[in-house]
Every structure is written in C-alpha cells, then in structure tokens.
C-alpha cells in the first residue's frame, strides 16, 4: 500500500522516531524498547478494536500472537481466497488490521474486499486476545501458536530492527527485559490459552508454527477446508508455491513493516527472516531456554489452560547442540 512502508515525515511516527533517538542516546535504549513490545504486542488500551463488531460469513479471522507466523498464515489464508491468484503491492491492501498501530492499511469499513473477491472471503489479522475477538459460528478463526522461545528471538531482531536500536540493545538485555515483563511470558500465555481453549469449534483452526514448516501442503489443506473452499489441483498448488519460504522471501516487502523517519533504510528488518522451528538455540542457551520453559508452563497452569506444552514446545524441539 503506497506509504505503509515509508509513512509521510508529518505524521504520528515522526515523534516516536524522534524520542526513540533521543532515549536510546542517553542509555534507556531497553527500557523503552520494553514498553513499545508490550504495546504492539498485546495492545491492552485498545481492546475496543473490535468491539460491537458482528461478523459475518465473510471473516476469516487470522489471530496470531506477534512474531508467531502471522503473515505466513495471512499470506496461505489470502490466496486461498483468491485461489491462489492473490495480487498487491502490500498485504494489507487486502487485509484490515483492527488494532494497527500504523496507518495506511485496508479499514474494516472497506467492503469492497468482499466485493473483489472470487469466494467472497476477506481475511482479518489481529494480535488481540481471544476474549477481544468477537465470535460467531458464522466466521473462520486460524490461529497459530508458536514456541515463546522463538518468539524471543525473532523480536530481537525484529524489534531493534524497526527501531534503528540493534546497537543500543544486546541479545542478553532483551532476553532480561522479555522474560522479565515484557512479550514473553503471561503475555505469551494469555494469547495462547485463550485462543487454544477455542479450538474445538467448528470454524475454528489452531496450529502450531512446527506443525505448519513439517507439513505445509497439509496446513494449506486444513486452512482450504476451514474456509469453505475448494481449490483445483493446479489452484492448491499455487497456493502452496506462494506459501512457501523462498516466494515470501522473495517479496518480503509485500508483507515488512513501515520504515520509521530517522530510521535508515537499511536498519528495516526482514519480515521474513529465517523461517526456521525448534533453533531458538541460535540466541538462547540451555539455561535460559529451560527458564523460558518454567515460565510458560507456570502461567499456562496459573490460567488453567490444558495447552500441552511439553508436548508442542518441550526442551526436545529445540535440536541445536551447546
């Protein structure tokens, strides 16, 4: 979408480029870096996003928690609705993002997307948690839960990235900063039981990042049924090629945040970066990972939730020797 990647100087993100220089300069680069995560990550003041919204046979939510697969499981779910024939210049020509903290991207009011599609489907992205994203039998809900250590890592990169403060902020620090309130832990937690609680329903997918990178032509049929629609041989197929790694990366720009002012060019981190499950071994060591285990499992148990978490994201899914 023409300015999403490089919004005007005169606008909201000009100040926020601004103080983010000014505080990382003085040395508070970590402390601020932890409070704009916790804001984009689970944006608590803005719940009301989607409040009194009814949705309709049209929706397929696409709720994932940040740094989750969110664009992955966007992108699978997009060309679906177009067959595998999906064209922009930005996912988010195509898809609303209630909560966004960016301007420039598609609103909820735009019906137009359902007009232009060939199934009549428009996909919806969120980070809100389940109890924020209202529910009805009559739309679709994917989710996609991955293993809070990877997440740590991939919001390293991304994070220090989209601020221009990867020199400001060492791997050590964020990992202290996430795990201590920040996006890892009951933020994880809270996203995932409430989402993994809904799984049962009919209109409902919920997956995990290693079950999608170990079989994606099956993820992509799971998605295709959930969404009601019927795809060719040739048609799957397309989808599948467009899903995978290397087209994404290849147009990462179709799906990468918006450049900040101040902030160069080259400071803009891939969207897509490695797509890799079960090495967040290539930050984290066997003691922190075991902490970030403790954590999790600790908070899932304090919600209540029967998210097997040994299970999907156990020290065993992580193969990276010491």
Request: net charge neutral; aromatic share 10%; glycine share 8%.
């Amino acid at each position: 979408m023409p300015g999403f990647r490089s919004p005007p100087w005169l606008s909201p993100a000009l100040p926020l480029s601004v103080i983010v220089k000014l505080v990382g300069a003085v040395g508070y680069a970590g402390a601020l870096l932890e409070l704009l995560s916790q804001q984009i990550f689970l944006p608590r003041r803005i719940p009301r996003a989607l409040r009194g919204y009814e949705p309709t046979e049209h929706d397929v939510f696409v709720a994932v928690y940040p740094k989750s697969g969110t664009n992955w499981a966007m992108q699978i779910a997009q060309q679906i609705a177009y067959r595998g024939a999906a064209e922009f210049d930005h996912i988010h020509d195509l898809v609303p993002w209630p909560e966004a903290p960016f301007p420039n991207i598609v609103p909820m009011s735009d019906r137009s997307i359902v007009d232009r599609c060939p199934t009549g489907l428009r996909v919806i992205k969120t980070h809100l948690l389940a109890d924020h994203v209202p529910f009805s039998p009559r739309a679709r809900y994917i989710t996609v839960i991955r293993d809070p250590k990877e997440v740590l890592v991939s919001s390293y990169h991304f994070f220090t990235g989209v601020f221009g403060l990867g020199h400001r902020i060492s791997a050590q620090e964020w990992f202290r900063r996430s795990t201590k309130g920040g996006p890892i832990g009951r933020m994880w937690a809270e996203h995932a039981a409430g989402h993994w609680a809904r799984r049962e329903r009919p209109n409902v997918l919920v997956l995990t990042y290693g079950e999608m990178k170990a079989d994606l032509e099956g993820s992509v049929s799971r998605f295709a049924e959930l969404m009601g629609v019927s795809l060719s041989d040739e048609q799957f197929a397309e989808v599948v090629r467009r899903a995978s790694f290397p087209y994404m990366k290849a147009h990462d720009d179709q799906f990468g945040p918006p450049r900040l002012p101040l902030t160069r060019r080259d400071q803009v981190p891939p969207m897509v970066r490695r797509g890799v499950a079960g090495d967040s071994g290539e930050m984290l060591d066997a003691d922190q990972r075991a902490l970030v285990d403790r954590q999790s499992r600790a908070f899932l148990a304090e919600l209540g939730s029967d998210l097997p978490y040994d299970e999907l994201f156990g020290p065993r899914t992580d193969p990276r020797p010491e």
